[in-house]
């Protein structure tokens, strides 16, 4: 097995796990295991992982701000819904951010880390979208589901796409907006089958597909992206 990059965390848990994390496998320990048990534990996450771990090498990572994380001080954004976002960035004695027309001015103090940083691009971003995407769902429901939404939140997330609560709270992650609008309806739709049924049994995808019938296509073209951030 080729040598893999990995970090070791240990952790208070009952079972050893592993995930994919921003180009490394994180593996964490579960608790009060012998030196001989953790190694043992290493291997078979890191085995277990080298199939998945290759094949996220292959994907096509979403991050926009590349470039002003690596110094630039201004991007501008383009969604698949049709706005665009523009941000510029300085560095001041204190962190703050400002709305600008169709973006933000992001003032950054100078002790904030790089992940701070990046995370507050995301959320800003998503700030920006959110009424769209609101809108979009509710209008998807409409013509589909019609199903009882609570809520409706875009926000980043690392290792999902989408999510539904069992009391109508749809979450959308929001690298979305930088795919396609097939890819985004297919997976507003996927948490919306999830209303009445809260599980992939038969009957979810059947859902899915009466109202999307080449899903599974949609399905490969997600694929081919990688959460990143």
Known sequence: M?????TI???GNRTSRATIRDGSIVIGLARNLSSREEARHIDVLLRRMAKAFLKEQTRTPIDPFTGILQGDTQVTVYLITGQSMRFTTEVGVRARTKAIPNGW?????????KRTFHSMLWRLLAKSASASI??????????????DIRSVTLKFMRSRWGSCGRKGQIALSTPLLL????????????????????????????????????????????????LHG
Request: glycine content about 2%; hydrophobic content about 30%.
């Open 179 to 226: 795919t396609s609008p097939d890819i985004l309806r297919y997976v507003i739709l996927h948490e919306l089958c999830h209303m009445p049924h809260p599980n992939h049994s038969a009957k979810f995808w059947r859902t899915v597909e009466k109202y999307m019938p080449d899903y599974k296509e949609k399905m490969k073209e997600l694929r081919k992206f990688k």
């Open 105 to 113: 001015h992001i003032t950054k103090a100078p002790h904030t880390d």
């Open 2 to 6: 080729p040598s893999l990059p990995h």
């Open 9 to 11: 965390k240990r952790t």
């Open 134 to 147: 609101r809108s979009l769902v509710r209008g998807i429901n409409e013509e589909t589901i019609r199903a």
